[in-house]
């Protein structure tokens, strides 16, 4: 991301986008949804799949477009991270990558 | 020591698993930032006015990606929009709150903070403003301080890819996929997700696979027979 406007970066612009949409979501709530005695099972249910379903975007490409060495890594990880807490998957991932690269995968 | 002054180190006592829960990813987001082209300056302000891990590192991967901002903004939006849901059910539960303070609160409402004035009020203990931000405070100063040190040490890597740096946040954000998998119907959703992202990026391409891939995903959850009414609901 390159450019200025009004003087500053476009990546601060962006950064302040990115803050402000965060602001509406945590105030936004209380001021729209507390309105309603009960939100519809379908729109629930769409409000529930979102953050899963934005962050399996950004894993299931980087799985099959990187190469053999980060594809490994997710599938491994992948299957134990239905077991460990979070940072201990996180720390298996981070040494297998290294491990894996440093192999020549 | 007054009732508010004892609220208040009450929460800071809460704060302390989170905050040490939280130093590994917010040194992360500093040095993972500065690989992807900002500034140590940027990283501080994204991480103090931001105030969202996840999201931080989503746009973190589009910054690198020399993305349209607008579609930057709308990826930090979509990984965000379940605050939408803390909010609107805190919102029951601070009925201590002066009005003025529901907007200051709000900006610190955090899964963790959220989590924690949940249990608080659950144990019917009261839930003021005073521990609200004994609680916010410890996490926020040190999620801005982390993401500093994290900045300054990760422009002394040179050779990120050798260090595994680069592939850290696919590995972070399959953890987060992970935690949400108590969900209903979380597991066609996250295939429907992974498979649309996969086609959208082969077909459209980037960055259009991350908004269509969560659209399958969401259009799946919402086409499927809803699972456990209990989750989600919004009045007591």
Known sequence: ?105 | MSPTRSEFFQGVRASLPIVAAAAPFGMLFGALAVDNGLTVGEAVLMSATVFAGASQMVGLELFGASIAPWIVVLSVFAVNFRHVLYSAALGRRIGLFKPWQKPIAFFFLTDPQYAASEARADRKLALTMSWYMGMALPVYVLWIVEAYIGGVFGSLITDPAALGIDFLLPIYFLGLVLGFRARPNWLPVVIASGLGSILAFYTVGSPWHVSLGALAGVAVAMLLPPQSPEDGEIAP
């Open chain 1, 1 to 105: 991301m390159t450019g200025e406007f009004l003087g500053l970066p476009m990546t601060v612009w962006t950064i302040i986008g990115a803050a402000i949409v965060t602001y509406a979501a945590r105030a936004g709530g209380h001021l729209v949804l507390s309105r309603f005695r009960r939100i519809p099972p379908r729109i629930d249910a769409a409000l529930n799949a979102v953050p899963a379903a934005v962050l399996a975007t950004l894993v299931a490409p980087a799985a099959v477009t990187s190469g053999p060495a980060e594809a490994v890594t997710l599938a491994i990880c992948l299957a134990i991270g239905f077991r460990l807490p979070m940072m201990a998957m996180f720390c298996i991932g981070w040494a297998l990558i290294v491990a894996l690269r440093a192999a020549g995968l």
